[in-house]
T-cell receptor
């Protein structure tokens, strides 16, 4: 099955600086890579996603890049703000065997220092 | 549109007792997932339904966990008997189709003492 590794587990940045979170996946058949933001005690919410036919996608201060050859993808947040503080999860979807549930990384706790 | 509804939000039980969680997906969403999220970890898929059929239950501990989705709408996840390591948040998610965006419920937090 799919395995997703996520780094770092904790990331502390100054407000206004950029933050980068990296993930690798194992299944070359995976073709969908979403990022979720989860605030304490709340549900995970999709913030951006990318499909394997695209190398980069941007939405205002958030961007995701995908390197299919190396099987890794990254989340970039620019001009960080206090409300960006949360746990971020990357995930990958593998389409093998009829099942297509997301496999999640272990999460990155992003702390924005004022 | 209304989101994914789950109940109860919190449950505390003794080990070896049983518990059941309920999920009502977004109207029209054919695909339903149950995830287990242990504190400090990412969600782990337990079971996936397409309408009322099981697509994937390879990570469901079938000796103690069961789930059903009668009539292809609501779903129930049951644990019997519960173990200490079952303490987690159980998240239900739904999507319009099998390749669509997942929408999560608020989760049901289980504490096993």
């Amino acid at each position: 099955g799919e395995n997703v590794e996520q780094h770092p587990s904790t990331l502390s940045v100054q407000e206004g600086d950029s933050a980068v979170i990296k993930c690798t996946y194992s299944d070359s058949a995976s073709n969908y890579f979403p990022w979720y933001k989860q605030e304490l005690g709340k549900r995970p919410q999709l913030i951006i996603d990318i499909r394997s036919n695209v190398g980069e996608k941007k939405d205002q201060r958030i961007a995701v890049t995908l390197n299919k050859t190396a099987k890794h993808f990254s989340l970039h947040i620019t001009e960080t703000q206090p409300e960006d503080s949360a746990v971020y999860f990357c995930a990958a979807r593998s389409l093998g065997g009829g099942a297509d549930g997301l496999t999640f990384g272990k999460g990155t706790h992003l702390i924005i220092q004022p | 549109e209304a989101g994914v509804a789950q109940s109860p939000r919190y449950k505390i039980i003794e080990k070896r007792q049983s518990v059941a969680f309920w999920c009502n997906p977004i109207s029209g969403h054919a695909t339903l997932y149950w995830y287990q999220q242990i504190l400090g970890q990412g969600p782990k898929l337990l079971i996936q339904f397409q309408n009322n059929g099981v697509v994937d239950d390879s990570q469901l501990p079938k000796d103690r966990f069961s789930a059903e989705r009668l009539k292809g709408v609501d779903s129930t996840l049951k644990i019997q008997p519960a173990k200490l390591e079952d303490s987690a948040v159980y998240l239900c998610a739904s999507s319009r189709g099998r390749s669509g965006e997942l929408f999560f419920g608020e989760g049901s937090r289980l504490t096993v003492l």
